[in-house]
């Protein structure tokens, strides 16, 4: 807790970047198996 709450304090932009990127990851892959999902449905 400790560190990790140093380590958002010392670079934010850095913390904040990675979660960015893991977020629009996680949202990518939920638009493609979404995609998936449509098409195989529509079948």
């Known amino acids: 807790m400790l ?19 893991k977020i629009m990851r996680w949202r990518m892959d939920c638009a493609a198996t979404q995609a998936v999902a449509k098409k195989s449905l529509h079948r």
């Open 3 to 21: 560190t990790s709450a140093s380590a958002a304090g010392y670079s934010p932009g850095k913390v904040g970047n990675l979660a960015g990127m």
